[in-house]
């Protein structure tokens, strides 16, 4: 893959973080580069005023600045903007931020030298990578805050990541061997200017969202087996006179989860007419979540390609000062899918509880001494308060603007919240699934000697090769947490 030239998907990201070597720079790419780097030099040199280059910043915008000064300008800028707060984000949210903004400098629109964007690739190759804080940017004019947390260390100063562990910067410099680097007109504005600090949430989100997508419908087929519900709201002719993409694929996902299951068998003699929505409405349900995740990672790799630093120099005659920065193209869909994964919760907390009433040969609370035992009871608390903490952090973070940089900035996107609710989101529901798997799972052994499908005893051994059966209570909430680990480590098979 070659920087600034190659398009990226959100896949080749996530590569590029286990595989720094996967991507490089291209002649071409460091052509672009140089011609860029070049046009701002002739604008330094000549008597064009241009925001950044040769001003101050934000409302000292109408402050014209030397060529003698414009190195101690971009200094300046950075150690002033490093005002993140609240703990680190995590190590590959920071490579990810690298990788992005590697991409989008090298597209030779930002001014930036080749020394600096070769300084982040040995960074990246080496694994040393730099301590960002998880708050402090309002998404507009860029994620500052962060975005100079990113470059503090090509400066010397701030703190990395080698391994595991965080070390003063200027240690780690001199362990290698490097210097600091001085930035030169444009390339303090050209670093912190943009959305990585969105962009890598909305990456590392999909990534986990795409799989429990997939996890949840599993999950449901499980449920819907432990239930002995029905598989015809999943036919195919049903959905195909609502076709939408997310329904569609799902419903065909269900009918193969439950194929040759000898619970569905039973169940075409029963008298029940009609299953709960939770139970019968999955293909819509999901399906919705589904769409959303569609259209963030649409909207996400468009921006992953894209050039949003400020100003945008064209040449060394043209440059303009737009809003490329501003985060409101990847906020709102943020906001969008973070209600789509926790509405994947909402359904399947529904789908728990159904499972503990103790109807269609099911004993109440999944347990067959309850009142001694209290079963699967209290797990059930533990997901709707998960559910209900969801709830709360789906209002859109996007819906909000508080005027910064005095009345300069005044309509920002708050995107940077966005993306830190959206993997909280994700990461409770999770948990809440870890419940529905468990309870799921109970269920089935009730309804032995009948088979399930292939694939969901394949999944219901995994489960039980961390998890015993309940017969009597016990600390539970370990193998929840057994249960959450599977998940996070990806040990189900939730694809064909």
């Known amino acids: 893959m070659i920087y600034g030239i190659d398009t990226f998907s959100f896949h080749d990201v996530l590569e590029i973080c286990k595989t720094p070597n996967k991507a490089m720079l291209s002649e ?26 040769n001003t101050g910043f934000g409302p000292l ?11 101690q300008l971009q200094f300046n800028l950075i150690i002033s903007h490093a005002v993140g707060v609240g703990k680190p984000i ?23 030298s080749l020394e600096v964007i070769e300084r982040f690739i040995l960074m990246l190759e080496k694994d040393i990578i730099p301590v960002v804080p998880e708050q402090g940017s309002v998404g507009a004019s860029g994620d500052l805050a962060p975005l100079s947390h990113l470059v503090l260390p090509l400066l010397g100063l701030g703190q990395v990541w080698v391994g595991n562990e965080i070390f003063e910067t ?39 969202f795409e799989y429990l997508l997939d996890l949840a419908d599993m999950t449901a087929a499980m449920s819907l087996e432990a239930y002995r519900g029905s598989a015809s709201p999943f036919k195919k002719e049903l959905h195909d ?17 439950l194929k040759n299951s000898d619970n569905l068998k039973a169940h075409e003699y029963c008298d029940r007419v009609q299953d709960p929505y939770s139970m019968r409405c999955v293909p819509q ?36 000062s737009g809003g490329n920065f501003h985060g409101q193209l990847l906020a709102m869909p943020l906001d969008y899918a973070t209600l789509a994964a926790a509405e994947l919760g909402n359904i399947s907390d529904r789908r728990s509880y159904l499972l503990l009433e103790g109807k269609y040969g099911l004993p109440r609370l999944l347990t067959e001494s309850s009142g001694l035992n209290s079963g699967f009871m209290i797990p059930q608390y533990t997901g709707a308060a998960l559910v209900t903490e969801n709830k709360t952090l789906c209002f859109p973070a996007s819906a909000d603007s508080i005027p910064t940089s005095l009345g300069q900035e005044d309509h920002v996107s708050m995107g940077s919240i966005s993306g830190r609710k959206f993997n909280q989101v ?49 600390l539970i909430g370990k193998d929840m947490l057994a249960i959450a680990q599977l998940i996070n480590e990806r040990k189900f098979v939730v694809n064909f």
Do not use: W
């Not at 309804?447 to 969901?456: H, L, T």
């Open 241 to 257: 006179i609502r076709p939408f993409e997310g329904s569609k694929k799902v419903a065909a996902r269900m009918l193969k989860f």
């Open 61 to 71: 915008c109408d402050t014209k600045i030397s060529a003698e000064e414009t190195a």
């Open 170 to 208: 200027a240690e780690i410099l001199e362990k290698n061997n490097l210097e600091p680097l001085v930035l030169g007109p444009k390339e303090g504005l050209g670093l912190i200017n943009g959305t990585q600090f969105i962009l890598a949430h909305a990456i590392k989100g999909l990534e986990k």
């Open 90 to 112: 995590d190590k590959e949210f920071s490579k990810i931020m690298m990788i992005a903004k590697v991409h989008a400098l090298s597209k030779g629109f930002s001014g930036v």
């Open 285 to 320: 349900v999901h399906g919705a979540s589904r769409n959303a995740f569609e259209h963030l990672k649409l909207l996400t790799e468009i921006e992953l390609n894209s050039v949003t630093d400020n100003p945008i120099v064209l040449s060394a005659e043209e440059s303009i």
């Open 426 to 474: 994700l990461g409770n529901l999770v948990n809440i699934l870890a419940v529905e798997l468990m309870f799921a799972a109970q269920g089935l052994e009730f309804r032995r000697p009948a088979k399930c499908s292939k694939i969901i005893e394949e999944n219901h051994a995994i489960l039980r090769s961390k998890v015993a059966k309940l017969e009597d209570d016990r």
């Open 28 to 53: 071409a790419a460091k052509n672009q580069i140089i011609k860029s780097q070049n046009n701002v030099k002739q604008i330094v040199e000549s008597d064009q005023c241009v925001y950044g280059i």
